[in-house]
């Protein structure tokens, strides 16, 4: 069952706000309690900043993530390219991916056994606006199969084949064969 957590409300107050409230209590115009409640500032945060004598606020609220940002976007980012040339990577593929970028790099994680869970990837999916649907079920084998290598290749056994089998002069004996009864649907896992 998937988790419904509800993210706290998040700060009503501007870091000038916070700059404010703690010039008005250390002049004593303000109590903590006072310029808290006026500003809007959680009691705990007007004390703390007050005790360290600088703000110690941070631009986005919670956790910070496990790996650094910059790294996540260029994760998804490679994610949109891949699925634009037409290798869409499943759920499973992305976490082994960064389970993988995490043993190379020596990331301490809270990850068991590097490899990131459920949760990160669905926070990941929502932080970066990645959608999942079916994956195309024709369409990616067609793609892959399209690359000049995997079509010169071809020809070239192709080629050799005839000339080993000695069936350029005898063209009847040469049957043509397409993926009409071939199953190659990967639409049974989603992608990103």
């Known amino acids: 069952m998937p988790r419904t957590y509800i993210r706290k409300k998040i700060k009503s107050y501007t870091p000038q706000d916070l700059a404010q409230a703690i010039a008005k209590v250390k002049n004593g115009e303000l109590t903590q309690y006072r310029a ?30 496990v790996i650094r940002l910059e790294d996540e976007k260029k994760l998804a980012e490679t994610v949109r390219i891949m699925k634009k040339w037409g290798y869409d990577l499943s759920r499973f593929e992305i976490m082994e991916l960064v389970a993988e970028y995490v043993r190379v790099n020596k990331i301490q994680t809270p990850f068991k056994n590097s490899v990131p869970g459920t949760d990160w990837f669905t926070n990941f999916r929502k932080r970066h606006r990645l959608s999942i649907k079916k994956a195309q079920p024709v369409e990616f084998v067609r ?13 070239n056994l192709l080629e050799n084949t005839l000339k080993d089998l000695d069936l350029f002069e005898s063209p009847q004996l040469i049957w043509n064969l397409d993926e009409t009864s071939l199953c190659l649907d990967p639409s049974r896992t989603k992608v990103c």
Request: glycine residues 6%; proline residues 9%; charged residues 30%.
């Open 36 to 65: 808290a409640q006026e500003y809007k500032i959680p009691m705990t945060t007007l004390h703390e900043n007050l005790k360290k004598g600088k703000e110690t606020t941070r631009p986005n609220a919670g956790r910070p993530t």
């Open 143 to 155: 793609r892959k199969m399209t690359d000049p290598f995997v079509i010169g290749e071809y020809f």
